[in-house]
C-alpha cells in the first residue's frame, strides 16, 4: 500500500514530495490537510529550496522518541552558520513546527551570547542605527551589567 | 561587498543527505528572486539588479537583506523569541544593537516569553549586622544585594554572582526581602529614627523601583508585622498582604501572647492599603527569625509557620489570594521526636511545599506531594553529622531552602555558605561564598515594567 504524499513548494517553485503523516508534523500543513484534503500543491512562498530540503530532512526523520531530542539538536547543529539557521526558523516559524524553532533559535542564542554588539551587527547584518548619545543614555542607565 | 555569499543558485542538484522524497524542478522555476542571485554573479548583474531593486525600493539594507537574509529580514517573532533564550545581561547589550531590538525589548510579548524561560536564580541578602530585641532582629543598615545566576546544575565554581546596588531612597533603612515573584522583589524598609515603615517593590534588571504608602496600622511598641507578596494566577493582579500581631494592654496588663492580629491587602497598581479587620485565629507568628515573617507563595496561598496560642507545636497558616481569607493548613508530622527544633522555614520543592527543619543533629526537609493534603507529607530529606561531617554541627541556625534544581539537587543557603543536596549519593557540597548573616531568596529575573501599575510612582535607580 503506498503512503499518501503531499507535495510542497518553495519560494524558487522547486517541488518536494513529503509523505503525508511525516509532514502533518508541521502544523501549519496539518491544518491545510484537515480543511481541504490538500490534493494540490502546497505553496510556501517564504522558503526557499535550499531550506525547505532541510526542513524535508527534518521531517523525514526516524528517530525513537527518547533520543529525538538529541537528534534536533545535533541537526541544528551540523548546520551551524547563522544565516543558515535562521532561515530555518523562519521556515520552521511558517510551518508551525516547534521543535524545529526552538532548536534553531537556541543555537543561534547560543551563538551570538558571546558575541560583542559589533560581532552581533555583523554576524545577523544590522545597521547600527543608534547614535552615540542614545548609546550612552543606554549604558549609563544599565551601568550594572556593563 | 560579498553578494550571494553562501547562497548556491535556487536551481541545484545539490540533495542533501537523508533526503527521502522525490525533488522535481518546476517548469516555471525562473522568478525574480531567482533571477536576482543568478546574474549577480556575472558582470552585468549588479546593473541589473539595481534597476530591478529600484524599481520596488531603493534601500541599501533591504538591497542586502534580499540577498542574504539577516534579522531585518526576520519577523519580530523570531527576534523576540531568539533575544529571550539569551542571558540577562547580553539582552541589555542587545538593546544597543539598534532601535529596533530595542523597542522588542520593551514589548511585552517578549517579557513574558523571557519570563517563560528565565532561569532561576538566587538573591543573596546579606545584613551586615543585626541588632535583636527580646521581640525582634534589625538588620542595621541596608545591607548588599546579590543576584546569583545558577544554570541547570549548579557548578559552584561557576557561579556567577554580581552586585545589584540598591535604590539610593533604601540606602539608609533597614532592608528585609519579604518574597519575590517574576522577578520583582519586595522588600521591607524601616528607619526606625524617622518613624518610617513601607513595603518597597523593585525589579533590579528594569531599575524600577516603587514604595508603597504607609499602612493604616502602624508598628507602635511590641508588635510585629508578617508579609506575603504574590500573584494571583485568577486576576493577574499583583498583592502584598501585610499582619500585624500586638499586644494590646488590658487592664493595665500586657498579655503574654498577641491579643489582636489585624491584616490589610494592597494591590498593586491601586495606591492604597486595605483593612481586612482582625483575623480570626488564635495562633501568631513565631518573633524570633526573620524568614518567618515573609509568607512561602504557592498556589494562591501565602504559607506561614505560626505557632499556636500555647506555643506548644507549629502549625502552618494560609492566606488565600483570591478570597482574601485566613485558614490553617495541614503541617507536616513532628519531624524528629522531642527534639527541640532549632530553625524551620517553608519553601516550594518542585512545584510542591516543603518545610525545612533545623535540629541539634539533623536537618529534615518534609515535601507535600499533593497540595492540601495532610498524609502525602513526606520526610524526602535527612541530614545528619554521618552525610556531613563539615556542617556547623549541632545546627543552631535555620537554614534557607532555595530550588531543587533539574538534575535533582537541592540548593540551599545556611550561614555563609551555599549547599547543594544531592539525594542519589547522599551527598552534601559545600561553598563557602557570602559573608555571615546572608539569606537566600530563589529569584527569576524578569524584563517586567511597572508601566502596568497605573498611577503608582515610580523610582529609576
Known amino acids: ?146 | 561587498m560579498k553578494l550571494n555569499h553562501r547562497r548556491p543558485p535556487a536551481i541545484s542538484d545539490h540533495t542533501p543527505i537523508g533526503l527521502k522524497s522525490a525533488r522535481q524542478t518546476s517548469p516555471e522555476a525562473k522568478t525574480p528572486a531567482d533571477f536576482s542571485s543568478r546574474t549577480l554573479t556575472t558582470t552585468t548583474g549588479p546593473v541589473l539588479v539595481f534597476f530591478y531593486l529600484k524599481k520596488i525600493k531603493p534601500n541599501f539594507v533591504w538591497f542586502r537583506t534580499l540577498i542574504d537574509p539577516s534579522m531585518e529580514d526576520l519577523p519580530a517573532e523570531l527576534t523576540i523569541d531568539i533575544l529571550s533564550r539569551l542571558p540577562v545581561k547580553t539582552i541589555i547589550h542587545c538593546k544597543l544593537v539598534c532601535k529596533k531590538w530595542r523597542n522588542l525589548v520593551l514589548d511585552s510579548l517578549f517579557v513574558n516569553l523571557h519570563l517563560s524561560r528565565s532561569p532561576i536564580g538566587l538573591i543573596i541578602k546579606h545584613y551586615p549586622f543585626m541588632y535583636r530585641t527580646n521581640y525582634w532582629i534589625f538588620p542595621s543598615y541596608p545591607g548588599t544585594m546579590k543576584w546569583v545566576q545558577i544554570e541547570d546544575k549548579v557548578d559552584c565554581d561557576r557561579l556567577l554572582s554580581l552586585n545589584l546596588n540598591l535604590p539610593a531612597i533604601l540606602q539608609n533603612a533597614s532592608i528585609i526581602h519579604m518574597g519575590s515573584v517574576n522577578g520583582l522583589i519586595c522588600l521591607w524598609r524601616t528607619i526606625p529614627a524617622l518613624n518610617l515603615d513601607n513595603i518597597c517593590i523593585c525589579n533590579p534588571v528594569t531599575r524600577e523601583c516603587m514604595i508603597l504608602p504607609g499602612q493604616r496600622f502602624q508598628r507602635d511598641g511590641f508588635a510585629e508585622a508578617a508579609y506575603g507578596f504574590g500573584l494571583s494566577s485568577v486576576t493577574g493582579e499583583y498583592k502584598v498582604v501585610r499582619t500585624l500581631q500586638a499586644k494590646v494592654v488590658q487592664n493595665g496588663h500586657k498579655p503574654a501572647w498577641p491579643s489582636v492580629i489585624e491584616a490589610e491587602v494592597y494591590t498593586l497598581g491601586t495606591c492604597e492599603w486595605r483593612n481586612l479587620g482582625p483575623v480570626p485565629v488564635t495562633y501568631y507568628w513565631l518573633n524570633n527569625a526573620l524568614h518567618q515573617f515573609c509568607g512561602t507563595f504557592l498556589n494562591n496561598h501565602f504559607h506561614w509557620i505560626v505557632c499556636d496560642s500555647k506555643d506548644t507545636r507549629d502549625e502552618i497558616a494560609t492566606f488565600d489570594l483570591d478570597k482574601e481569607t485566613f485558614q490553617m493548613f495541614p503541617s507536616p508530622p513532628e519531624s524528629v521526636q522531642g527534639k527541640r527544633c532549632h530553625g524551620q522555614s517553608l519553601a516550594i520543592l518542585k512545584g510542591c511545599l516543603c518545610k525545612l527543619g533545623t535540629y541539634h543533629f539533623e536537618l529534615t526537609i518534609w515535601v507535600m506531594k499533593e497540595y492540601g493534603i495532610k498524609n502525602s507529607w513526606h520526610k524526602e530529606v535527612v541530614i545528619t553529622p554521618e552525610i556531613c561531617v563539615d556542617l556547623k554541627w549541632p545546627l543552631f541556625e535555620p537554614m534557607d531552602l532555595i530550588v531543587g534544581l533539574k538534575d535533582g539537587s537541592i540548593l540551599m543557603v545556611f550561614e555563609n555558605k551555599f549547599c547543594v543536596f544531592d539525594p542519589r549519593s547522599q551527598t552534601i557540597e559545600e561553598t563557602k561564598m557570602f559573608k555571615p548573616q546572608s539569606r537566600g531568596l530563589a529569584y527569576r529575573p524578569s524584563f517586567l515594567k511597572f508601566q502596568n501599575f497605573g498611577s503608582e510612582m515610580v523610582y529609576m535607580f
Open chain 1, 1 to 146: 500500500m503506498s503512503k499518501k504524499t503531499l507535495t510542497l513548494m518553495s519560494k524558487d517553485k522547486q517541488l518536494f514530495n513529503i509523505e503525508e503523516h511525516l509532514a502533518v508534523q508541521s502544523v501549519t500543513i496539518r491544518n491545510m490537510v484537515k480543511e481541504d484534503g490538500a490534493s494540490s500543491v502546497i505553496p510556501l512562498p517564504r522558503v526557499d529550496s535550499e531550506t525547505l530540503a532541510l526542513v524535508i530532512e527534518y521531517l523525514n526523520r526516524q528517530q525513537a522518541p527518547e533520543e529525538d531530542e538529541d537528534y534536533v539538536k545535533k541537526f541544528v547543529d551540523e548546520r551551524g552558520e547563522i544565516p543558515t539557521l535562521l532561515e530555518l526558523a523562519q521556515a520552521a516559524l511558517d510551518l508551525d513546527i516547534k521543535k524545529l524553532m526552538d532548536a534553531a533559535c537556541m543555537k543561534v542564542a547560543d551563538l551570538i551570547k558571546d558575541f560583542t554588539l559589533e560581532e552581533v551587527r555583523e554576524a545577523l547584518r544590522i545597521e547600527n542605527d543608534r547614535t552615540p548619545e542614545e548609546e550612552k543614555a543606554i549604558r549609563d542607565e544599565f551601568q550594572w551589567a556593563f
